[in-house]
């Protein structure tokens, strides 16, 4: 049964948002929020399944990138990358990563840069281990196609965007 023909109205969290001239935009964030936090616990427990527990979602998110390609990032690089504006959250992050010994910290000129060691990229190796055994396999049950995914992706960077630009208005309010 449809939404509509159950009675139920938009799945939000603040009917009062959704009250506005667009109730399905607040559908879409209840669902984001969800996500939001689905997602960080998984990271969270799969790097703990991959031999690495405690770490936070963004230490997390930051070995991942770290790792990427295997070349050292800088901290202003991370904060991009991830739309982070606070540089002292990714900073404690790195140090944390530091003091596991999953990343080590070295300069390119006067920048400070960041880069995996080994230790860092066989926690990475793992973690793909797990999230392909455990969640990729999931998703392949259930018929959702890698296009459909992408465009997804595609679309939530698309919509992020209009998030940026309302923040930056919203600052001068």
Known sequence: MSEAKSGVGPVV???HL???AM???????FAMTLMHHSFQ???V???????IP????IAVHLLHAIAHRGREKTLSELCMMFNIEDTHVVTYAIKKLTALGLVEGSRRGKEKTVRATR?????????HEVREALLVASLKRINLSQEALSGIAAM????????DQAARTATIL
Not at 23 to 29: D, H
Not at 54 to 57: D, E, N, R, S, T
Not at 156 to 163: A, C, K, N, P
């Open 45 to 51: 427990r799969c790097m703990a399944a991959a031999g």
């Open 13 to 15: 969290a603040a009917a």
């Open 156 to 163: 939530m960077r698309t919509i992020s965007g209009q998030y």
């Open 54 to 57: 405690g770490l936070q979602p």
């Open 41 to 43: 616990r998984w990271m």
């Open 18 to 20: 959704a009250a506005g």
């Open 23 to 29: 109730p399905e935009l607040s559908e879409v964030e």
């Open 119 to 127: 230790k860092g990229v066989e926690a990475c190796a793992r973690y």
